[in-house]
C-alpha cells in the first residue's frame, strides 16, 4: 500500500473535513467567553446532538479499527468486548446519568466534591483525570501517527504534528461547543461510512448471514475454531474482569462524564445518553458482522494477508483494506479519511477534559480556591490546553512502538479502578468520608499499576520474563475490589470532624441530584 | 441548599425516590447479570456457544450476545421512556 502514490479521495475528503472543523473553530470561538461556554458549551446543546457526540467519543480508533480486527484475529471471543461496550453504556444511562447531570457543573470532581473536602477531591478527580487522559491520549495519537504514515505516505512525526497541532486548535479557541461538533460531524461520517461497509461487505455474500459464517469457517486459519470461544480468555476471573473494566471503566471515563454537563437538565441527559446506547449498539452489530465478513473476503482474496493469515500492515487495518477490496479506490479513501477524522475528534474530546482538569479542579478551585475571575479560568484552560497537548506530542514521539491496545486497556483499568470508587460511593453511599475516598483512589492506582505491570502482556511479552506472576490480563477484579473495601474500611472507622460533615451532608446531596434544585 | 434536607421530607418526593431507584437498580441488575452470566457460561459450555443457532451457521454463543445488544437497546428505550414521564422524572420543587 505504501509507495503505490497518495490516494486523492482521501486527502479530498480530509482536507474536506479538516477546513469545515477549523470553520466550526472560528464560528465556536466568537461564542466562547465564560467558563460554562468553554467547558460545557453554554449547556445549550440537545439531547440527540448530545447522544451522536458521546457516541462519537467511544467510537474510538480503538472501537473501529481495532474491535473489527480483534472479531478478524480472535472471532467470537471478541463479542465479550462488543457486548461491554454496549452493555457499559446502557449502565451509565440506568445508574447515573440523572443523578449526575444534576451534581454536576463542569467536571466529575463537582460530584465527588459536593460534599466531601472540596480542595483535597478535586486535586485527587485531576489526578485521576490526568493519568487516564493521558495514556488515552498517547494511545489514540500513536494510533493516528501509524495509520496516517500507512495510508497518506506522510512521515509519522509529521503526522503526529498535524494531529496534535488541530485537536489543540479546536480545544484551545472553540472549547466545548467546537468540540462537540467536529465529535458529531464525525459520527455521522463514521456511521455511514461504517453502514455502507456492512451493506456492501454483505452484498459479497448475497446477503446470507448463513454464507458469511459458512465462508468464514472455511477461510479462517482456525477454521470453525473461531466461533468457538475461549481463545482470549479461558477463566471466570478473566471473563469478570474484563466485564469489569467495561463497565467500571466507562462510568470513570472523565471526557465522557464531562459531558453530561452539556445539555440543559436531568431529562436531556438521559435522552441523550438513550440516543448513545441506541447508536453505539448498532455499531457493535455492524463490526462484528464486518469482522466475520472481512475473514472470508480478505483471506479469500488473499492479497493483503500472508500464508499465516495475518494481515498487512497489522489487525489494526481489517476495516480498511476491508473497504479496498469490496468499495474500491474512492471508497477506501473515504474510510481511510474518516478513520483519521475519529481520531481527531476523539482526541480533542480528552485534551478539554485534561485541561479542565487542570485549569478548573487543580487551579482554580483547589489552589485559589475559587478567587479568580471567570475570565482569567478560560484563559488558564486555553493555555493548558497548548500545555497539555504539547506534552501529548512529546510523548507520541516517544512511545511509537508502544502497543496502542495495551494503552488504551491501561487507561480504561485506571479510570475503573480510579475514579469510579469514588463517583459511585459519592453517589449512592451516605458513609463515605473525605479520608475513605482519598484512600480508596490512590489504593485504586497503586493496584492497577502494580497488577498491570505484573500481567502477562507487560510482564512475559514487554519486558521478556518467563511467566507472570499476576496470571490474568486484566487487573479490574482486584484493583476495583481493593479500591471500594480500602475506602469503605477507611470511611467506617473515620471519626473525625470532617467525617461527621461528609456524612450529615448526603440528604442535601440526595434532594440536588433527584431535583436538581 | 442547607433546607434540601427538610424538603427530602416531602411524601410525595419521597415516592419518586423511590420508584426511579427501583428501576435505576432493577434495570442495572437485569443488564449487567445477563451480560456476566453470559461470559462467563461462555467459558464452561464453550462447544454449545459454537455450535450453530438452529440450524444455521450462525454461532450460538453470537446469536445470544446479538440478542443482549438487542436487550440494552430496548430497555434503554422503555428507561427514557418511564423517567422523564412526570411522577417518576424530574420536577419543579414544591416550595
Redesign the interface.
Known amino acids: 500500500m505504501t509507495g503505490e502514490g497518495v490516494n486523492l479521495t482521501a486527502v479530498s475528503v480530509f482536507v474536506a473535513f479538516v477546513s469545515l472543523s477549523l470553520i466550526i473553530t472560528w464560528w465556536a470561538a466568537k461564542r466562547t467567553r465564560s467558563t460554562a461556554d468553554f467547558y460545557t458549551a453554554g449547556s445549550k446543546i440537545t439531547g440527540m446532538q448530545n447522544g451522536l457526540a458521546l457516541a462519537g467519543d467511544f467510537m474510538s480508533a480503538a472501537t473501529f479499527l481495532g474491535l473489527t480486527g480483534l472479531v478478524f484475529i480472535g472471532g467470537?471471543d471478541a463479542?465479550?468486548f462488543?457486548?461491554?461496550v454496549?452493555?457499559s453504556?446502557?449502565?451509565l444511562?440506568?445508574?447515573f446519568a440523572?443523578r449526575m447531570r444534576?451534581l454536576g457543573r463542569f467536571t466529575f470532581a463537582d460530584i465527588v466534591a459536593f460534599r466531601l473536602h472540596p480542595e483535597r477531591l478535586r486535586i485527587l478527580a485531576a489526578a485521576g483525570t490526568l493519568t487516564v487522559a493521558i495514556p488515552y491520549l498517547i494511545a489514540q495519537m500513536v494510533g493516528a501517527g501509524l495509520l496516517i504514515e500507512t495510508l497518506f505516505n506522510i512521515p509519522y512525526f509529521g503526522a503526529v504534528m498535524i494531529v496534535g497541532t488541530l485537536m489543540t486548535v479546536y480545544v484551545a479557541f472553540g472549547g466545548m461547543l467546537a468540540t462537540t461538533w467536529v465529535q458529531v460531524i464525525k459520527a455521522v461520517l463514521l456511521l455511514s461510512g461504517g453502514t455502507v461497509l456492512l451493506l456492501l461487505s454483505l452484498g459479497q455474500f448475497d446477503f446470507s448471514?448463513?454464507r458469511l459464517?459458512?465462508k468464514a469457517?472455511e477461510f479462517h486459519p482456525r477454521g470453525?475454531?473461531i466461533?468457538?470461544?475461549?481463545g482470549l480468555?479461558?477463566?471466570?476471573i478473566s471473563?469478570?474482569s474484563?466485564?469489569l473494566a467495561f463497565?467500571c471503566g466507562t462510568a470513570g471515563l472523565p471526557h465522557v462524564l464531562m459531558r453530561f454537563f452539556t445539555v440543559p437538565?436531568?431529562?436531556e441527559a438521559?435522552?441523550s445518553?438513550?440516543y448513545a446506547?441506541?447508536i453505539i449498539?448498532?455499531f457493535?452489530?455492524a463490526i462484528?458482522l464486518i469482522g466475520f465478513a472481512a475473514i472470508g473476503i480478505l483471506i479469500s482474496d488473499g492479497q493483503y494477508v500472508d500464508d499465516s493469515g495475518r494481515i498487512a500492515g497489522g489487525a489494526n487495518m481489517v476495516s480498511v483494506l476491508l473497504s479496498r477490496v469490496v468499495g474500491g479506490e474512492v471508497f477506501f479513501g473515504l474510510i481511510a479519511a474518516v478513520a483519521f477524522a475519529t481520531i481527531l475528534a476523539v482526541v480533542a474530546g480528552i485534551l478539554l477534559s485534561a485541561s479542565a482538569a487542570v485549569a478548573h479542579d487543580f487551579y482554580s478551585r483547589a489552589i485559589r480556591k475559587g478567587n479568580l475571575s471567570d475570565a482569567a479560568e478560560v484563559d488558564i484552560s486555553r493555555w493548558a490546553t497548548v500545555v497539555i497537548g504539547g506534552i501529548a506530542i512529546g510523548l507520541s514521539m516517544f512511545f511509537k512502538d508502544m502497543n496502542v491496545g495495551i494503552l488504551s486497556t491501561i487507561a480504561l483499568a485506571i479510570a475503573a479502578s480510579v475514579n469510579f470508587p469514588a463517583i459511585f460511593l459519592a453517589l449512592f453511599w451516605s458513609g463515605l468520608t473525605t479520608r475513605g475516598a482519598v484512600a480508596g483512589g490512590l489504593t485504586g492506582l497503586v493496584v492497577v499499576i502494580v497488577l498491570t505491570v505484573l500481567s502477562p502482556p507487560i510482564w512475559v511479552n514487554v519486558l521478556g520474563n518467563q511467566s507472570a506472576i499476576y496470571p490474568y490480563a486484566y487487573p479490574t477484579l482486584f484493583s476495583v475490589g481493593a479500591a471500594f473495601l480500602v475506602t469503605f474500611v477507611v470511611s467506617k472507622s473515620d471519626n473525625s470532624e470532617r467525617a461527621r460533615i461528609d456524612r450529615d451532608a448526603f440528604?442535601?446531596?440526595?434532594?440536588?441530584s433527584?431535583?436538581?434544585? | 441548599m442547607s433546607n434540601g434536607a427538610e424538603r427530602l421530607n416531602d411524601p410525595d418526593l419521597q415516592q419518586i425516590i423511590r420508584r426511579r431507584s427501583l428501576l435505576r437498580w432493577s434495570f442495572s441488575g437485569v443488564i449487567l447479570g445477563v451480560y456476566l452470566l453470559w461470559g462467563i457460561c461462555g467459558v464452561y459450555f464453550a462447544d454449545f456457544y459454537a455450535a450453530p443457532f438452529f440450524g444455521n451457521t450462525l454461532p450460538t454463543g453470537l446469536a445470544i450476545g446479538f440478542m443482549i445488544i438487542a436487550l440494552a437497546m430496548i430497555m434503554s428505550i422503555v428507561y427514557v421512556r418511564l423517567t422523564n414521564k412526570v411522577g417518576v422524572g424530574d420536577r419543579e420543587p414544591s416550595a
Open positions: 467470537s463479542m465479550i462488543t457486548l461491554g454496549t452493555v453504556w446502557a449502565f444511562l440506568f445508574a440523572d444534576n448471514l448463513d459464517f459458512s469457517a470453525a475454531g466461533f468457538r470461544p475461549g480468555y479461558d477463566d471466570p471473563v469478570v474484563l466485564a463497565i437538565d436531568a431529562k438521559r435522552k445518553i438513550g446506547v441506541l449498539g448498532f457493535q452489530f462484528v440528604p442535601a446531596q440526595v434532594y440536588r433527584e431535583t436538581g434544585h
